[in-house]
Structures are given as C-alpha cells and as structure tokens.
C-alpha cells in the first residue's frame, strides 16, 4: 500500500510538472516601463516619440519574460538618463547627433538591456540596432530614430527618410534578382558567340 | 578579291577570332557557372561580410516551430447579441498563463484564405528565413488574440502572390497553439512603402493587415505595396489579467 502511495504520489508531480506555466502577460513593472517609453523627448522644442511600433516590440518581449520591480526601476532610471542625454544633444533627431553623441547615446541602449541580461548592438550595413535577450534571442530590430505625431516617417542613421524597418521588401528576393540577371547575361553571351561562329562559317 | 588580299582578310579575320571568342566564351561560361555554383558562394560572400561589420549576425536557415494546432471546435463566434451577451455558445478564453509566447522567428500557427489560394505557416517576425518559408508578422505589431494591429508581410511570387485576388468578405483563417482565429476582408489597397498612414501600430482594436510588393509579378525593388485589410470576425480571447 505504501509503494503505491508513492508511485501515485510521484505520478501526480510528473503530471503537474507537464503543465506549461508561461510568462504571464505584462505585470506592473513592465507597464511602468512600457509608460515611460511613450512618454516624449524635447528635441529643439518639437516633442519626439518612439515610434509605435519600437514600444510593441518592448510589449512582446514582455510577453515572454517576467520583470522584477527591481529590474523595471534599473531600466527606467537608464531610460530617464537617456532621455536627458538626447535632449543635451541639441539635434533635432538622432541622425543629426555627431558621432561621440551617438556612441553615447549606444552605451546607454547596452545599459538599458543590462538589468535583464540583454545585449544591444549596430549593424552599419543595415543601419538598425538589435537588442537580443539573454538568451540571445532577437527582441528588438529597428533604424534608430524618433517621431513626431505628424504621421510623417522619422530619418535613419543618415538622414534618410525611413519607417523604422515596419515595412519590408517582399518582391523577389535580391539572390532571385541577381540570378535572373546573371542568367540573362550568360544567356547573351552564349548567343552571341554562336552568332559569331555561325557568320563566320557562312 | 586577288589571292593576296583574300590571304590578308582571313589573317584580319581569323585574329579577331582568337580575341573575341575566348573573351564571349569566357563570360558565358564563367556566369552559367556562376549561376550554378552561387547556392556555395553565398555563405563564403556572407562570411567575408562579417569581416565589415561589426554587429553579430544570424545566418542560420532553420527556426523553431512551436505550432502545435488547436482542434477546430474551439473557435467561437465572437459576436453578441443587443443586450451585449454571446448568442451562441460562450465564448473560449484563454488564459495568458497558458500562451507560449512566440520568440522572434518562430512558426508559431499558419494563415489561409480558401479565397486566394494562399495557405502557408505564419512566423512572429518577418525576417528572411520566416518570408522564405512563409509569412511573418512584423515584431513591432501584434499576434492573434492580444488586441491589437497584426501586420504581416510575405513575397509576391510565393506565398502571398495569391493576394492578387483579394477581395472584401473573403474570410482569413489564423490557427496559433492556442487557439483559431477568423478575419473578414474588408477592402485592399495599393501604397506606397513608406506611407506609415497605411496601418495603425497603436490601435486598440483587434485588426489583420497583409501585405506584399505590388506589382505583384515584378521582378526587383518596388516602391509599392499592395495591403489587405481585414476585421476581426472570431476567436478566442486571451484573459490578460489572468495571473
């Protein structure tokens, strides 16, 4: 009797371990979080926002994770930090900050990410910022830039105008191109040496 | 034409053919190589890539699948009735607790409009490896369930090529892991990619919107896009206070 308690007993802990708990939607901390990324920038007098889309991407990562109060108040005094060191910049967005700006203003994205073991970097080719989890999973992928609610597109890295990465290419891919290309010139080139033989012979 | 002079013109002739034919021969030769060989260039052009940049990049080509489909009797009719209770049966709810949040790049559920012809898996994030084998739903919007804009994007000459025959009152079927969705179309239009008044990230109404290059057979860059937009008809309903 008393080892079929036990097997019961350890049955019932294997059954209740399959159970999937997963992160529990956004708690309090996060929201605060969340709050103070909408919140503006005075940049030259104009208040700037995150675009919508850069606050959803924190709200899903959110989704997967479970912030502690403490990690929250880590994250929102670097975000508050970072706040005030965009509006010292003088620029008017953040393509306009010089270089050192912009590095600075890169540190404090690492830091941001640091309370959650997260990892921040810039990719100069395609002019976004990936943050990563510490898993090293991609949460955050986007051209660093702010917006004014004017509907109009913010400016990438280079002044450029640029929705923030929301909309992608999805024609052919650029290896469907370059092969169509290539197989064209290939396809000429080989013509025209028949051409060339046939005349020839003629 | 004196012996002579014939004499010269097959010399003059015959010097071309030994320039211009190796050279025709050469590019066509070497590009059909090309063409074939380009599937093993491609990693070796991506690591020399690496060399120039200096973040850290993900060349990998396979993604976790985390779609485990719901049985079809657990979608519900989401409309009530004009005293504002559920005319059929209660409506499903879902625990947040229970949903496996998809992590970037995951298939995590798939899309099909009978209508269209489109049918594919559908991945949270629309990076290269989620539109080579499906569609993906950009990261900075919503998924199914949670309330908000759900923006996702696909190729025109694969799986959303079927988009071409969009039209209002077709119905978008989305199964997740937990739980089945259905959208109504509601209009179609042709954009321009950069006009971010052409969806509503901050929304918070549940809504789809599709979108793919237009026109929908070129080959290349295009500056337009051709986008689908759909209402959410039914579901189940993710209890975010649930904890």
């Known amino acids: ?202 | 034409m004196s012996e002579h002079r014939r004499h010269r013109h097959n010399k003059k002739a015959g010097g071309k053919s030994f320039v211009i034919l190796p050279i025709i021969f050469f590019i066509g030769i070497f590009t059909v190589l090309y063409v074939a060989l380009a599937p093993t260039f491609d990693p070796l052009a991506s690591a020399v890539g690496t060399l120039f940049s200096d973040a850290e990049k993900d060349y990998s080509t396979s993604y976790k699948n985390i779609f485990v489909p719901v049985i079809e009797e657990t979608t519900v009719s989401a409309e009530t009735d004009k005293k504002g209770e559920s005319s059929e049966t209660p409506q499903k709810t879902v625990d947040v607790e229970e949903v496996e949040f998809p992590n970037y790049g995951n298939q995590f559920g798939d899309i099909r409009i009978p209508g269209c012809g489109v049918d594919c898996p559908l991945f949270l994030g629309d990076g290269d490896i989620a539109l080579r084998n499906g569609a993906g739903i950009y990261y900075g919007s919503g998924i199914p369930g949670y309330g908000k804009t759900i923006l996702v994007a696909g190729h025109n000459n694969t799986f959303f090529n079927g988009l071409k025959n969009a039209e209002p009152g077709q119905e978008i079927y989305v199964r997740t892991s937990y739980g089945n969705f259905v959208y109504t179309v509601r209009e179609t239009a042709v954009v321009e990619a950069l006009d971010v008044t052409a969806y509503d990230l901050a929304a918070d109404e549940e809504s789809l919107i599709l979108y793919t290059c237009y026109p929908f057979d070129e080959i290349g860059l295009t500056t337009k896009r051709f986008f689908v937009y759909a209402d959410f008809t039914s579901g189940v309903v993710i209890d975010k206070d649930a904890e």
């Open chain 1, 1 to 202: 009797m008393k080892k079929v308690s036990v097997i019961l007993a350890a049955l019932l802990l294997v059954a209740v371990s399959v159970v999937s708990a997963f992160a529990a939607g956004i708690n309090d901390s996060e929201q605060k979080v969340l709050d103070e990324l909408k919140t503006s920038v005075k940049m030259q007098g104009t208040d700037m926002y995150l675009p919508d889309s850069y606050v959803n991407q924190a709200e899903n990562y959110f989704n997967t994770i479970d912030m502690t109060a403490g990690q929250a108040d880590q994250m929102l005094a670097v975000i508050k930090d970072g706040k005030a060191q965009l509006e010292a910049t003088g620029a008017k967005n953040i393509a306009d900050c010089t270089f050192a700006q912009k590095q600075a203003l890169m540190d404090t994205i690492k830091k941001v990410m640091a309370p959650v073991n997260g990892t921040a970097s810039y990719d100069k080719s395609t002019k976004e910022v990936t943050l990563k989890d510490e898993k090293g999973e991609v949460i955050f992928k986007a051209a660093p830039t702010l917006v004014a609610k004017d509907g109009k597109p913010g400016v990438d890295a280079d002044g450029k105008k640029t929705d923030g990465g929301v909309i992608k290419t999805t024609g052919a891919s650029a290896n469907t191109t370059a092969m169509v290309v290539v197989g064209a010139a290939a396809l000429i080139a080989i013509a025209g040496g028949v051409f060339f033989v046939v005349k020839k012979r003629g």
